[in-house]
Each structure stands twice: as structure tokens, then as C-alpha cells.
């Protein structure tokens, strides 16, 4: 029995196994993936579960110098520019929108975007990028990077983060700058934006990092590979004329890894950002 | 009536730094999201051959009477809720418990660490990650079944085997997301008050008890939005399906926005459009009544 | 604005923003035509070795060609001719051309265009090509579809290529309990199939049911269902079993499409398997399987069948009605039929419509030169989605049917055979009614 304020050493053994076994049952596959892109196909299928390379086969660098006849670099730039520029283009339109939304609820039409914006963000997913193909065609974007920025530019989370943060904002604050003669405009450049820097970094963390992982828009977007990201070239790996398993698991290493380093550099924030962007829900 | 339309260019010149404000934000709402969704409803009543030419031809509710005609798209409907129904009740209650385990007394040191590696996965792209996933359940060599070889227990049928496949595909899933629902119970629970728990204790209540009206009431607010989130994130799973089972095996997995999907790639718009509809409806349903039952048992 | 101004505008403009860093001023923007394939890496080195040829031809004429995986590729070209973004061309097998031209209805009609001299192409081939009444292919890559084995695998255990299912069977089981690989561990398998999706089942079947000398898998052009005729039924129960009762693939065949099939092929893992005339050049490398592998006629399942390598389709090339430039189209797509793509075609993708030059001059293998020059009896595969417009979907239920008996197998074959039998004669029956 374990008195009170000193947990028994047993129920804290116990309680550390479960925390180290769920850890490195969810740390495994990302390092499985890592090891497997610097063995050859053939030694991962004899001894699977090896969790270091016998020797590190670099024959991995030159094989996926391209993915079905276009160059790696391609994707990634493609990656790098698609992801930042819809990043860039989300954090700006959707802080400014929340913003407006949110110091004048009442203007003709704000209630009506908001329910818009709520019954969007409700549609499946992957069933609304069917019709933005028609919609992006109806453009004139088709198979352009342009297509697939605009529409990555929209989601749900930023939008609630924005929300949510300037919900809290203190009143008084905007009131006593409007008083003291400021205009709207000012108030926004010298009250609003100094304090709101931390959530615009954390909401762009956030973007960024959801924006890396899409693939599915970018897929019905582009009219060639030519557009394509990390994550949408690697599903054309399966293609009729075989599948080879480093060739797989070297792109997988390459999309997963810097998103895994910008999370490990910001950790705290991006948790934090994600969560409470639900907790508003 | 004509005072409120005179008054508009008014309005419109003194609030107009709030509307040039709101502009882009709301061009991308309609263009990238309701445009859209009104397109697809459109469709969906128009015949599938002539839907993208410039005079489709209506068929009323042909593509929904059809579609709910098909057996497959009714199993179809019918694996994705019980998948559903799963997936949140599995997902919830392992981050509930791991939450209380990280947020408890018991792990000091380390604990950082641990709620990183759980939230890992959420930002993994998931391509990648359910490209591994497909790997350990490889009937052959992945890892799962050697793992349980070397046990010395029977193989799992992962995703070969229509009986075992949908489990299998809730576990690669769980992987996926569950660590963003713990971490919501987690950044919440600090927030829980100590006091509360303390007077039941002096009261004698046991842990379990003090887990079910001390800990549990406290946290409904945080259960129903993960609820709430689960529900939607799972009624639309996709990729997994398209990595790792592409609808099978027999149909087991043809979920329906990968059914849906299939039929937009055989230029079956129509159906197709019909299908998200359905769901659409489905979710919106389900959101909005997990909701208003959150709402009405609130002790508030 | 049509589509074509708008794409070269935005070509021009973004031509225009990479080429002023440069500092070059091009007078007339070259025509760049587009191709949609899905043969991957050897494809894309083909039609770039094809466009170098072309320029010769048309030097104000680039083509760029773009390999999608196959189910991409659908949506894309469907997609593409419904909203009129067509690319310039397509390319794959016809009974994939015929699916894109019921749900779009713009593949051209090129019976006008087909050149005079092409008379290497036999009435079969042009068959082929045709749907209802329309040209809608030329042409251009017979695909051969061979039996093989593993060489070394056949000679370390003493045995020599199998002839009849008999000693499939046979050797199967040895593959998979003898070690052939010599690793020590029970990782190998009989035989690589696929059954993920209709196409990938049936197609296997269609395999075994031609190459042992039967003229249909499911159903005669008159409509008539032969899955319960006796050796129809034979090739249907024994090709089942070979998933469940004899346990001669890998468990997970059931999720294989072609993609996981190759890599059990690549990876070493299956002794028998299919072999592609367009397999061939890759699997002869060092890296993959060195040519470690033995091609022959699909197995005999009753003494005194003609067994034979099946020609599985014919690869060809089409022309959207809505294509940017049909002309230009047309003037390509009929050069893929000349005597320089039709060797690079041999030489990267391993097949061709034309024999009538130097077969040295690629420089082929063993084993490419058995397609390339074919010695083993060749057996056509019937087509019957250009004579039954309503096959794709009999073919998708029947793949339903065979799936679920591979999930729960019944206990008595034959029983199951000839009850599908009258079922799918009933939906045939019905099908070409409506």
C-alpha cells in the first residue's frame, strides 16, 4: 500500500513501462522508415525488423535523383513553393477575415460568411475537391501551381485560431486607441498587430505544417507531375511497372523529415496551436 | 424599405475597410467552398455523360435513387459507420486514459517526451506514414507478424484477411491521430481543479469513483469536441484506404468517399456527386445532434 | 479564350518570365505536344528518344511525354476530354482507349488516317483497334504475356520448367517449402498473382485460360457464358484454389494490385510468375533479377492442350477529338508507326508492331528476343470489350463474385462454378437486353 503523497515505486515503475512501450510503438514506424531508405530492397525483406542498417547503402541517392522520369528537385521545389506561398497567402487573408468577422459580427453579410465558411469546413474533404476540379477548369488554372496554392489557401484551422485569439483581445484596449483618435486602420497596425504576432508565427507553423502533407488536391489539380509535391509523387510510385522498397521508403524519409525537424524546433507551440484550434471547434 | 437600400452605400463607404478586409477571405470562401459544394449538389442531379458539357441534362433524383439502389454503395454506407463508430470510440478512450497517465503525478521526468512522440504521427505526412503502416502488416515480412512469430503467437491477418482488416485499419489509424486528441485532453486537464479531487478523497471515494464524478464531468466539455472531431475526421477516411487497401479485400474497407472517389475516376459524376451528398448530409447530421445533446446535458 | 490560346498564353508568359533571366528572346513559341502514358520510366525514355527522331521531322515540334500510374491515368484523361483539356495524345492498351471513349465520347476516329504502308498490322490488330465501327487506336505494341520461372530456384531443387499444372502445382509447393533462396526462412512463394481490383483477378485468369488454348474467359461473342464449360471450369477451380486450398501465393494476394505483385517478383519472394514482354529489359538488370528467370508457354491443364504465350492486348496510341492541335497529333501519332520508334520501342519498352527490321541493332537478350521473335505459339486474347460494350461491368461483378469466394471458400467448387455460371448468364442475358 502506498501512503498518501508518496506514490508506491511499483505504480510508477508500471506507469513509466506503458508511457516508454506506447512511445516506441509510435516512435517505430517513422524509424523504420529512416533505416529502410539506407538498406537495399533485399536486405529489408530478409531481416524486416532490423533497427540499424547492416551498412549504409547510398545506392538510394542516385535512385531517386528522379520518380517517374522527373527530377526529385522538381517535387521538391514544388514542396518548398506550393507550401509556403499557401501558407503566406492563408495566414494573411484569414487573420484579416476573423478580424473583420469579429469586430463587426452585425454587417450585412458577415453572419452569412461565417455559416458558409462553418458548412465548408463540414463538407467531406476529399468529396469537395471533386468539384474545385470543375471549378478550378471553369478558371482557367488547371495544371497550375497558381490552382493548387489558392485552394490549399483555405482551412478550417487557421481560421479558428484567428478567431479564437482575437475573441479574447481586450476590448478596452481597441476602445480607449479609438477615443484617443485612432482609425480603425491604426488601431489594426498599432494595437492589434503587435500583440498578435505570436499567434500569426504559431498559425503559420501550423499551416505549414498541414500544407506539406496534402497530396490529394495537388493530385486532381495538376494536369503532369510537373506540379506535384513530396507526399503526391510518392503515391505515383505505385505504379504498373513495379515497386521497389528503399525506392519508396527514401522519398517517404525525405517528405516526412522536415516537417519532423520543424515540429522538434517548435514543439511546444505547434501542440498547443493544433489543439487549441479544436478546442474552439 | 427604400431608406434601407439608400442607406446601403452608406454603410458600405463607412465600413468599407472592414469589407475590404473581409474581401479575400470571403472570395476564397465561395470560390474554394461554396462555389464548389453547389456545383457538386448540382450534379448531382444531372446525368453523368453530359454533367461537365455545357447543357447537362437533369435527371431529378435518378443518381440518388440509383445509388441507393446499389448494394455496395448501402455496405459501403454501412462499414464507414461502424468504422466510424469504432474509430472515435477507440480513439477517445485511449487518449482519455493516456492523458490521465501524462497528466497524472506518476511521470515527472520525461513526460515532454512522451507526449512527443505521440503527437509525432500527427504531423508525419500521411502518406508516408500509412506507406509504412502497410508494410508492418505485410502478411511475410512486416513487422507485425514477425514481432508475433517470435512470441510465438498466430499471425493477424492485418489487411489480407476481410476479418481482420478493419481493426487493423483502426490501429493505423489510431497511430495517425490519436495523439491530437490526448494532447487536447492534456492542455485541458491542467486546467482541472485540484480542490474538487482532494475533498473526494478526504470524503474516502476510490479512484475509479473519483475518476467517474470528479475527473469525467470536468472534462465533458473536451470529450465532446474530440467526439465531435473524431466523427467528422473519420466519416471522411481516405487516404488510408487508398495507400493501403483500395476498397478491400472484398469490399471490406470501400468506405464511401473512396467509393465516391472511384466513380468520379469512371466519369461517373453523377453518382459520384450523389454519394458526397449523402455524406455530407450524414455528417452535417451527426455534428450538429452530437452537439445539441453536448449542449443539453451540460450540468451548467 | 479556347483552351489552346489560354495554355499557350500562360505558356508564353511563363516561357517569358524563366527566359528573360537568360536573356533569351525566342521568335515563334515551338509547338510542345503532350503524351499521357502509363509505362513509367521505360516510356518516358521512349517517347524522349522518339522525339529526338521527330525533330528531325518537324523540328518546330517538341514532345514531352507524362506516365501516370494506371488508375490516375484514367481520371486524368477522362476528366481532361470531358472538360476540353485534353492533351495532345494518349497511349495505352485499347480495351483502356475503348473505356475512355464510352465515358467521354471523344476519341477520334482515325480509320481515315491509318497510313497506306502499314500493312505489318494483321486483321486482328486492327480488330483491335476498332470499336464500334471507330479506329479509335493505332496500333503500335503488341503485348506479350509469357509464363516464367525462377532459373536458379528450378535448379537447385531439380526440376525443369513446368509444362502442365500438375507440376505447377508441384514445384509451387517446393518453392515454398524448400528454401530455394537458401535464406533459411520460410519467406517464399509458389506463385505472384493480383486480385485487388476486376482487371487484376480476371486478367490473371485470362492468363491461364488462354494460354492453356481456350478462346474465352467468361463469356463467346455470342453472348453465351463459358465459365461452366468442363475445361473452362478446370483453369476457374484450380486458379481459385491456388489462393486458398493449395496456399500457393502470398496471404495478402487478395490486396495486390500490380505494384504489390511486382515487388513479391522483384523482391525475390515468388518462383512463378507473369512475364511481360515490357518486364523483360528491367528484370534482366543486376539489380532486380539478372535475368534469373526461364519463359515459356502458360501450363497445360488436361493433356493435349495448346499451350501458348498470350497476347494480351495491343498498346496503342489515340487522339482526343478536343486535342489542342490535331493535326500536329495526327502527324506524331502516325510516326510512332515508323521504323525509328518502332525500334525504340522494342528497345525500351520491349514490344512493337513491326518485326521488319535489324533485331540486332537494339541488342536484345535471350529472353527479349523470345517476345521480340516469338518461338513459342501465340495465343490471342478475344477482346471482348470491343465486341460486348457491357463486359467492363459483367467482368467487375464477376470479380465481385470470385473475391468473396476467396474470402469464405465453398466447400465444394464445382457446386460454386456452375451456379456463378447461371447467375452470370442471367445478368449477361440481362445486360443485353437493356
Redesign the interface.
Known amino acids: 500500500m502506498s501512503g498518501p503523497g508518496r506514490p508506491g515505486a511499483l505504480a510508477r515503475g508500471l506507469a513509466y513501462a506503458i508511457a516508454l512501450l506506447v512511445s516506441a510503438a509510435f516512435l517505430y514506424p517513422c524509424w523504420w522508415m529512416l533505416v529502410s531508405a539506407f538498406r537495399d530492397?533485399?536486405s529489408i525483406?530478409?531481416d524486416p525488423l532490423r533497427l540499424w542498417p547492416e551498412r549504409l547503402d547510398l545506392a538510394v541517392l542516385t535512385k531517386i535523383r528522379?520518380i517517374?522520369?522527373t527530377d526529385l528537385s522538381v517535387f521538391v521545389l514544388n514542396s518548398l513553393w506550393i507550401t509556403g506561398v499557401s501558407t503566406a497567402i492563408a495566414v494573411v487573408v484569414t487573420a484579416l477575415g476573423a478580424y473583420a468577422l469579429l469586430r463587426r459580427p452585425g454587417l450585412p453579410g458577415f453572419r452569412l460568411l461565417r455559416f458558409g465558411f462553418l458548412l465548408t469546413i463540414m463538407y467531406p474533404y476529399m468529396l469537395l475537391v471533386i468539384p474545385v476540379?470543375?471549378v478550378i477548369?471553369q478558371l482557367?488554372l488547371?495544371?497550375?501551381r497558381t490552382g493548387i496554392i489558392l485552394f490549399l489557401s483555405l482551412g478550417p484551422i487557421q481560421f479558428l485560431l484567428f478567431d479564437q485569439f482575437f475573441r479574447v483581445l481586450p476590448k478596452e484596449m481597441i476602445e480607449a486607441a479609438l477615443i484617443d483618435g485612432c482609425s480603425e486602420l491604426q488601431v489594426l497596425a498599432r494595437i492589434v498587430l503587435p500583440v498578435a504576432w505570436p499567434t500569426v508565427g504559431t498559425v503559420t507553423l501550423v499551416t505549414f505544417l498541414l500544407n506539406w502533407s496534402q497530396w490529394f488536391p495537388v493530385?486532381v489539380i495538376s494536369?503532369?507531375?510537373?506540379t506535384y509535391t513530396l507526399p503526391t509523387a510518392l503515391?505515383?510510385?505505385?505504379?504498373?511497372?513495379?515497386?521497389?522498397?528503399q525506392g519508396i521508403m527514401a522519398p517517404a524519409t525525405l517528405t516526412t523529415l522536415p516537417v519532423v525537424v520543424v515540429f522538434l524546433l517548435t514543439q511546444r507551440r505547434v501542440m498547443t496551436g493544433m489543439v487549441a484550434g479544436a478546442v474552439k471547434g | 424599405m427604400g431608406a434601407a437600400v439608400a442607406a446601403w452605400p452608406a454603410l458600405l463607404r463607412r465600413e468599407r475597410l472592414f469589407y475590404a478586409l473581409v474581401l479575400p477571405f470571403a472570395a476564397l470562401v465561395l470560390v474554394f467552398g461554396l462555389w464548389p459544394i453547389v456545383q457538386s449538389i448540382q450534379v448531382a442531379f444531372t446525368d453523368s455523360?453530359t454533367a461537365?458539357?455545357p447543357e447537362p441534362v437533369w435527371v431529378g433524383l435518378a443518381n440518388f435513387e440509383r445509388v441507393l439502389a446499389d448494394p455496395?454503395f448501402r455496405a459501403s454506407l454501412g462499414r464507414t459507420l461502424l468504422y466510424t463508430a469504432i474509430s472515435v470510440a477507440v480513439n477517445i478512450a485511449f487518449a482519455l486514459a493516456y492523458a490521465l497517465l501524462l497528466g497524472g503525478t506518476l511521470i515527472g521526468r520525461g513526460n515532454g517526451l512522451f507526449r512527443l512522440a505521440v503527437f509525432l504521427p500527427v504531423i508525419a505526412p500521411d502518406v508516408a506514414g500509412f506507406i509504412v503502416w502497410k508494410w508492418m502488416?505485410?502478411?511475410?515480412?512486416g513487422a507485425v507478424n514477425t514481432l508475433l512469430a517470435s512470441l510465438g503467437l498466430p499471425p493477424f491477418?492485418?489487411?489480407?484477411?476481410?476479418a481482420t482488416v478493419l481493426p487493423a485499419l483502426v490501429v493505423a489509424e489510431l497511430w495517425k491521430h490519436v495523439g491530437f486528441y490526448t494532447i487536447v485532453f492534456l492542455t485541458n486537464m491542467t486546467l482541472l481543479d485540484p480542490a474538487l479531487d482532494e475533498a473526494a478523497r478526504i470524503d474516502g471515494a476510490g479512484r475509479w469513483q473519483r475518476f467517474r464524478h470528479v475527473v469525467l464531468p470536468q472534462l465533458r466539455p473536451e470529450i465532446l469536441v474530440n467526439t465531435v472531431y473524431a466523427v467528422i475526421q473519420f466519416l471522411k477516411t481516405f487516404t488510408v484506404v487508398v495507400v493501403m487497401?483500395?476498397g478491400?479485400?472484398?469490399?471490406q474497407t470501400n468506405f464511401v468517399s473512396y467509393y465516391a472517389y472511384q466513380k468520379?475516376?469512371?466519369?461517373l459524376y453523377g453518382e459520384a456527386a450523389a454519394m458526397a451528398t449523402v455524406l455530407f448530409a450524414i455528417v452535417i447530421v451527426l455534428a450538429y445532434g452530437l452537439y445539441a445533446w453536448g449542449e443539453r446535458g451540460a450540468p451548467r | 479564350?479556347d483552351g489552346r490560346a489560354?495554355r499557350l498564353s500562360?505558356r508564353f508568359a511563363l516561357g517569358a518570365a524563366l527566359t528573360v533571366g537568360v536573356g533569351f528572346a525566342g521568335a515563334v513559341p515551338a509547338a510542345e505536344l503532350?503524351i499521357w502514358h502509363?509505362?513509367?520510366?521505360?516510356g518516358?525514355?521512349w517517347f524522349k528518344e522518339v522525339a529526338e527522331h521527330y525533330r528531325k521531322v518537324d523540328p518546330s515540334v517538341s514532345i514531352t511525354?507524362?506516365?501516370?500510374?494506371?488508375?490516375?491515368w484514367?481520371?486524368?484523361v477522362?476528366?481532361?476530354l470531358?472538360?476540353n483539356?485534353a492533351?495532345d495524345l494518349i497511349f495505352n492498351n485499347y480495351e483502356r482507349v475503348i473505356r475512355i471513349q464510352t465515358?467521354?465520347?471523344k476519341v477520334m476516329d482515325l480509320k481515315a488516317e491509318l497510313p497506306k504502308e502499314a500493312g505489318f498490322l494483321g486483321p486482328q490488330d486492327l480488330q483491335m483497334a476498332t470499336y464500334k465501327e471507330r479506329m479509335i487506336i493505332f496500333p503500335v505494341q503488341r503485348v506479350q504475356m509469357a509464363f516464367g520461372a525462377r532459373k536458379s530456384w528450378l535448379e537447385k531443387l531439380g526440376e525443369p520448367f513446368p509444362a502442365t499444372w500438375t507440376d505447377v502445382l508441384r514445384v509451387a509447393a517446393k518453392f515454398r517449402d524448400g528454401d530455394p533462396d537458401g535464406?533459411g526462412?520460410a519467406?517464399t512463394?509458389g506463385l505472384a498473382l493480383q486480385a485487388?481490383?476486376p482487371r487484376d483477378l480476371i486478367h490473371m485468369l485470362d492468363l491461364f485460360t488462354f494460354g492453356s488454348g481456350l478462346s474465352h474467359t467468361l463469356v463467346d461473342p455470342s453472348g453465351k457464358v463459358t465459365l461452366g464449360e468442363p475445361c473452362h471450369k478446370t483453369v476457374l477451380v484450380e486458379f481459385l484454389k491456388a489462393f486458398t486450398d493449395y496456399g500457393l501465393v502470398?496471404?495478402?494476394?487478395?490486396?495486390h494490385?500490380?505494384?504489390?505483385m511486382?515487388?513479391v517478383?522483384?523482391?525475390?519472394?515468388a518462383g512463378m510468375f507473369r512475364v511481360g514482354d515490357?518486364?523483360v529489359r528491367?528484370w534482366d538488370t543486376p539489380e532486380?533479377l539478372g535475368g534469373d528467370f526461364v519463359i515459356g508457354t502458360w501450363p497445360a491443364f488436361a493433356p493435349g492442350d495448346q499451350t501458348a504465350v498470350v497476347i494480351g492486348g495491343m498498346r496503342g496510341v489515340a487522339v482526343p477529338e478536343n486535342a489542342p492541335d490535331r493535326a500536329r497529333s495526327l502527324a506524331v501519332a502516325k510516326f510512332l508507326l515508323g521504323p525509328e520508334a518502332q525500334k525504340a520501342s522494342l528497345k525500351y519498352v520491349g514490344a512493337s508492331v513491326r518485326s521488319d527490321f535489324d533485331m540486332s541493332d537494339p541488342g536484345l537478350s535471350e529472353r527479349r528476343l523470345q517476345f521480340a521473335k516469338p518461338r513459342h505459339a501465340l495465343e490471342a486474347y478475344d477482346f471482348p470489350e470491343s465486341i460486348h460494350p457491357w463486359y467492363p461491368e459483367v467482368e467487375a461483378e464477376l470479380h465481385?463474385r470470385l473475391?468473396?469466394a476467396?474470402?469464405a471458400p465453398p466447400e465444394d467448387w464445382g457446386a460454386f462454378v456452375d451456379q456463378l455460371a447461371v447467375e452470370m448468364q442471367a445478368l449477361v442475358d440481362a445486360k443485353r437486353k437493356a
Open positions: 530492397t533485399q525483406l530478409t528522379t517517374g522520369g476540379y470543375i477548369w482557367g488547371l495544371g497550375t493530385l494536369r503532369s507531375p510537373a503515391l505515383m510510385l505505385n505504379s504498373e511497372l513495379g515497386v521497389d522498397f | 455523360y461537365l458539357s455496395y502488416y505485410n502478411q511475410s515480412f491477418g492485418g489487411i489480407a484477411d476481410p487497401t483500395k478491400g479485400p472484398n469490399f468520379f475516376d469512371e466519369a | 479564350m489560354m500562360r503532350v502509363d509505362l513509367g520510366d521505360n518516358v525514355n511525354s507524362v506516365s501516370f500510374p494506371t488508375d490516375q484514367f481520371g486524368k477522362i476528366a481532361a470531358n472538360t483539356t492533351p465515358q467521354t465520347g535464406n526462412k519467406d512463394f485487388a481490383k502470398a496471404p495478402d494476394t487478395v490486396n494490385s500490380f505494384g504489390e511486382y515487388q517478383i522483384e523482391g525475390k519472394r515490357w518486364n528491367k532486380v465481385k473475391l468473396a476467396i474470402a
